[in-house]
């Protein structure tokens, strides 16, 4: 079990919107920065947001994040096929002192 | 540009050692933190341990501990993740990164190395 829980598929047509939630506590998410990572089939995974919003160079703005409390959210517009994909949150634990990831969710573009 | 290039797939046997490289470049190596990911087969992501190689300090997840040994050599700007007695369950995709501190926290990994298989059988 994943110390941060998201939920294992979502799906949208082309064009269309989605979000992919991620839960944690005030021992993770609550009190430090969220991340997000795109793994396309048979790659490694690709940063996507850091800082909760922000996005690295060369990541189209079609991608956002949010962080409220204890949860993040990963926000897609303008869905392609090129986006399907495994999306993962991040953060650090304070309690278990290390970086934890979220047990990843597949996002199918319909 | 920063760049991880790690070792090729390796396939071994139970109870066999292993060790596996990633060389770091374009960037300062002795100043970002170096982590290992393991990604077992249609699984998640887990941090298994960091390095500093500026100090070589370092630092195992709880699951991790004693389970495998992670080193540095600054000079070659490589690191390393060792089993001294693999297991059929470390068959598993191992990634390199980069990991970025803010504030004393490692807060998000920013770079990752494109993985190595390590498969384990009989």
């Known amino acids: 079990q994943s110390v941060l829980t998201q939920p294992p598929s979502v799906s949208a047509a082309p064009g269309q919107k989605v979000t992919i939630s991620c839960s944690g506590s005030s021992s993770n998410i609550g009190n430090n920065y969220v991340s997000w990572y795109q793994q396309l089939p048979g790659t490694a995974p690709k940063f996507l947001i850091y800082d909760n919003d922000k996005r690295p160079s060369g990541i189209p703005d079609r991608f956002s994040g949010s962080k409220s409390g204890t949860s993040a959210t990963l926000g897609i517009t303008g869905l392609q096929t090129g986006d399907e994909a495994d999306y993962y949150c991040g953060t650090w634990d304070s309690s278990l002192s290390v970086v934890v990831f979220g047990g990843g969710t597949k996002l199918t573009v319909l | 540009e920063v760049q991880l290039v790690q070792s090729g797939a390796e396939v071994k046997k139970p109870g066999e050692s292993l060790k596996i490289s990633c060389k770091g470049s374009?960037?300062?190596?002795?100043?970002?933190?170096i982590g290992w990911v393991r990604q077992m087969p249609g699984k998640g992501l887990e941090l298994m341990g960091t390095i500093y190689p500026g100090d070589s300090d370092t630092r195992y997840s709880p699951s991790f501990q004693g389970q495998v040994t992670i080193s540095a050599d600054k000079s070659i700007t490589t690191a390393y993740l060792e089993w001294s007695s693999l297991k059929a369950s470390d068959t598993a995709m191992y990634y390199c990164?980069?990991?970025?501190?803010?504030?004393?926290?490692?807060?998000?990994?920013?770079?990752w190395g494109q993985g190595t298989l390590v498969t384990v059988s009989s």
């Open positions: 374009g960037y300062i190596f002795t100043s970002y933190w």
């Open positions: 990164v980069r990991i970025r501190v803010v504030r004393g926290v490692m807060s998000w990994v920013e770079s």
